[in-house]
């Protein structure tokens, strides 16, 4: 139950991190913990950086996903 939540929490909470660590070649885990010290020794200000990345891989996985339309043509 543990590693469900865990995985569910990594997937959809944390999948900018994850997203960067597989484009940069680097473990998610230390990005998040870069992550959290960049957010402390800047009152947080990272936190807006992420919800832009959140943001932008969703309307990246989206617009993949999206099927072509007769004005794609």
Known sequence: MKDQ???FLEKNAFG???WLGEKWGIKSSRI???FIYVSFLTF???VIIYFVLLFWIEQKDYLKSRKPTIWDF
């Open 16 to 18: 900018v991190c994850e």
């Open 32 to 34: 998040r913990m870069y």
């Open 5 to 7: 939540f865990q995985s």
């Open 44 to 46: 947080g200000s990272p």
